[in-house]
């Protein structure tokens, strides 16, 4: 009984230090992803990395990859493709790749150019470049080169494959209808979505379409017509072209600043009438508030009338007020004469108050 105890308080013990800080056991733990050594340096080539023989090869179900395994054994995910004029259609084919399952480890295989050529077409970047542009890539963890255009199943079992991520249309060549039928049909394909708007084939046709342009770009910047396998005729007739857009440009750049003179010449004009009509009313206003039929000129006349009229009429004295005598003026004295001086003669004038003076004379 004491030993059932005994047994009990360690399994607790044991317990108590195998939870973590949270709670959680080491048992329940959600796996951490390890930084991937990629993301600092160029994905590692299949033969330099290695794969390990020591377990049997054993495919993990598409339900424990999606429920996740563990950190030592990820699901391994292998894409392939030319990977020519590596764009972002690529790289989003290979996130889409990398992001299927928790735990992914992606291995990408590109072609070489003798079997790209033979099946497919010439390449702008050779398989060199190929290969080194896809390394470069973040979500890429293996590159496999050399890369066989159908898989068998002793290369995905050399490489450990648990899943083939690939768009699901179906890709005939090389005498198949679809390459990747027989992936499909033992449900290892996982289907991925391509990015409309963008391929290699879209790039080489914008490339293409506008030829004359990219060659005069090209000799513009160095190149000399033998490197761009343009003929002396060719050669000079995109110099001339080039002339040709230079004077146009010229023109063009002329008539946008002329179109700018003008505007701004016709917007300061139009801001010089409306400031002339502004004055205009302000000066006829400010006319008829003076000289108008009712202006401050008319209320001045009036005021200078009345204070005129005002001025030269005389003052009547009021009828109560007595009346004042003058008093008389004095007398003249002729100078150094003692009497004043004789008066004239007085007519004679009648009790009716007629002169006489001038009847007797007749």
Known sequence: MDMQVAAKSNSRKRRKEDTGSNGITDDDAIPVKILRPTLSMPAPFANENGVTGDKPYERVTFEEAKSGTPLDRPVRVYADGIFDLFHSGHARALMQAKSLFPNTYLIVG????????Q?????????????????????????????????SPEFLEMHRIDFVAHDDIPYSSAGSDDVYKHIKDAGMFAPTQRTEGISTSDII????????????RNLQRGYTAKELNVSFINEKKYNLQERVDKVKQK?????????????????????????????????????????????????????GKGRVLQAI??????????????????????????????????????????????????
């Open 110 to 117: 590109v072609c070489n150019d003798d079997l790209t050529h």
């Open 205 to 216: 046709t914008r490339i293409v379409r506008d030829y004359d342009l990219y060659v005069r």
């Open 251 to 303: 023109v063009k750049d002329v008539e946008e600043k002329s179109k700018e003179f003008v505007q701004k010449v016709e917007e300061k004009s139009i801001d010089l009438i409306q400031k002339w009509e502004e004055k205009s009313r302000e000066f006829i206003g400010n006319f008829l508030e003076m000289f108008g039929p009712e202006g401050a000129l008319k209320h001045i006349l009036k005021e």
């Open 313 to 362: 009429t005389p003052k009547q004295s009021p009828s109560s007020s007595p009346t004042r005598e003058r008093s008389p003026s004095p007398s003249f004295r002729w100078p150094f004469s003692k009497t004043s001086p004789p008066s004239s003669p007085k007519p004679d004038v009648d009790a009716t108050g007629y002169d006489t003076s001038d009847d007797d004379t007749e």
């Open 119 to 151: 099946f497919k077409g010439f390449t702008v970047m050779n398989e060199a470049e190929r290969y080194d542009a896809v390394r470069h890539c973040r979500y890429v963890d293996e590159l496999v080169q050399n890369a066989p255009w159908s898989l």
